[in-house]
């Protein structure tokens, strides 16, 4: 397995999870990371992304102020932080990697080469 995604669960409005992506491919520093999250009956869509190397972040306007995409280069992980959590943010979330992604392809799911199996997220009213 090259993307392993944790940290889901049950959460309440308003409460915080962290996901964690461990990644074993190499050189992980060499990628661009990112996460994306797909509801019941929609589209996969972008949530964050965090580049290579500089580690330039990029969030999608519900992110935006909530959620928190770092990595962790020294342990090959990829982690985001969301808080203040909505019953909207109830998806099952991904992780993506890709070497190659550039400006215009960050928050598009084909700019990604690399997934993890996904760790769903509830968030209950």
């Known amino acids: 397995v090259q993307l392993q995604a944790s940290g889901g669960g049950l959460v309440q409005v308003g409460e915080a999870l962290r996901l964690s992506c461990e990644v074993s491919l190499r050189p992980f520093l060499e990628y661009t990371m990112a996460w994306f999250r797909q509801a019941p009956g929609k589209e996969r869509e972008f949530v964050a992304s965090?580049?290579?190397?500089?580690?330039?972040?990029k969030y999608s306007d519900s992110a935006k102020g909530r959620f928190t995409i770092t990595r962790d280069n020294a342990k090959n992980t990829v982690y985001l932080q969301m808080d203040n959590l909505k019953p909207e943010d109830t998806a099952v979330y991904y992780c993506a990697a890709d070497r190659n992604v550039i400006a215009s392809t960050t928050i598009s799911a084909s700019g990604y080469d690399y997934w993890g199996q996904g760790t769903l997220v509830t968030v209950s009213s």
């Open positions: 965090i580049r290579r190397r500089g580690g330039t972040t």
